[in-house]
């Protein structure tokens, strides 16, 4: 069985080196993969290091590009809108919670408040719910 143990200090220093390393002059998605690549070409690291690695790169990437409304967009199998995140889908998680905006509790009520005035100013209401964290 692969050793699945995480060495953080390692991966630091990987994530240091691929983000130095990044080749000039390129477009965000380039960016990404030449730091993907350098990560996978990186000896010291485990192969579960690297997918370690990369699945957080992926999520941050996600977050900053769905607050930025930017990058690559894909359709979603479930809802067939047009998503940016690679990890999960902007759209239908959106739709899910207001699904269930009648279970929500007071305690709840500022996200409430700002996800209904998100419909159109998603970017805001990212942002804001991101400073509160
Ligand atoms: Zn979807």
């Excluded at 060495?7 to 080749?23: F, H, P, T, Y």
């Excluded at 809108?81 to 699904?99: F, G, K, P, W």
Aim: hydrophobic fraction near 30%; proline fraction near 2%; aromatic fraction near 8%.
């Amino acid at each position: 069985m692969e050793d699945e143990s995480i060495r953080i200090n390692e991966i630091s220093d990987c994530r240091q080196r691929a983000i130095i390393c990044k080749e000039p002059n390129l477009n965000s998605s380039q960016i990404f993969k030449s730091i993907c690549n350098t990560i996978i070409n990186y000896p010291h690291l485990t192969k579960h290091e690297k997918k370690y690695l990369i699945n957080d790169l992926i999520r941050i990437r996600d977050a900053q590009n769905v607050i930025e409304n930017t990058g690559e967009r894909r359709k979603c199998e479930y809802c067939n809108n047009q998503v940016i995140a690679i990890t999960y889908c902007e759209s239908c998680i959106r739709d899910y919670l207001e699904r269930d905006f009648s279970k929500w509790t007071a305690g709840r009520s500022y996200i409430l408040k700002n996800l209904k005035n998100s419909r159109t100013t998603d970017e805001k209401w990212l942002k804001n719910d991101k400073q509160a964290m």
